[in-house]
């Protein structure tokens, strides 16, 4: 009876890092909500590397990631994926251009975030492939901020398409793709690889397949 209890009153404590718990993490969670109203959630903000230890040491039931942890005693699910692409705004020398080269980027600055991150290490892969600098003049904490210096002419930004959606079906960033730049973002749901998950983890997992449809763009 008491885990019955649990599974319509219990408690579920997520880690996620910005991106997620700004832009998919809403959409996402009141999908859960609707099935599952009276379970309670916190979600807290959490740098990515912290969170697979925080999982493990059961601080957290779930952590969002944009990369596989392959740590003993922890499983991961791939739930959704995003692709980082190139804004700048209306005016701006590139705003007129259908695509552009990496090299042509080389003479422009760019507003970036400084979290560590997979994708950040393939930009900087990918700029060093095509012989060509990262000229980074501002390093930011937030993706709202990075984009806020952009629309005011700082820089320029690659950010994930989530991200930066809205502002360029209004127009008030452009997205210019670049020649040979693919840089997948994939989300990742960590969780321990055991038996014994509470009844809420249990029923956070079991509508996966249906939140993964709804959050898909």
Not at 9 to 37: F, K, V
Not at 61 to 81: C, K, V
Not at 188 to 201: C, K
Request: glycine share 6%; net charge positive.
């Amino acid at each position: 009876v008491a885990e019955l209890r649990e599974m319509y009153r219990g408690r579920l404590i997520i880690g996620a890092n910005e991106s997620t718990s700004y832009y998919l993490l809403p959409q996402l969670l009141l999908e859960y909500r609707r099935q599952y109203p009276l379970i309670r959630i916190e979600v807290h903000r959490s740098v990515s590397e912290r969170i697979p230890l925080d999982v493990l040491e059961r601080k957290l039931d779930f952590g969002f990631l944009s990369y596989d942890p392959q740590q003993a005693g922890l499983e991961s699910l791939e739930i959704n994926r995003d692709d980082l692409v190139l804004v700048v705004p209306p005016g701006h020398p590139l705003a007129g251009k259908g695509q552009v080269s990496v090299r042509e980027l080389g003479g422009y600055q760019f507003v970036a975030h400084n979290a560590k991150s997979p994708s950040r290490d393939r930009i900087f892969e990918l700029f060093r492939q095509n012989h060509t600098p990262l000229n980074i003049c501002v390093e930011l904490s937030t993706l709202e901020t990075i984009k806020d210096f952009v629309l005011l002419g700082v820089g320029i930004a690659i950010l994930p398409r989530l991200s930066v959606s809205t502002e360029i079906e209004t127009r008030r960033l452009v997205h210019i793709p670049v020649r040979g730049m693919r840089i997948e973002k994939t989300l990742r749901l960590v969780f321990r690889r055991e038996s014994n998950l509470s009844h809420a983890a249990k029923s956070f997992l079991e509508p996966l397949p249906s939140l993964e449809q709804s959050v898909r763009w």
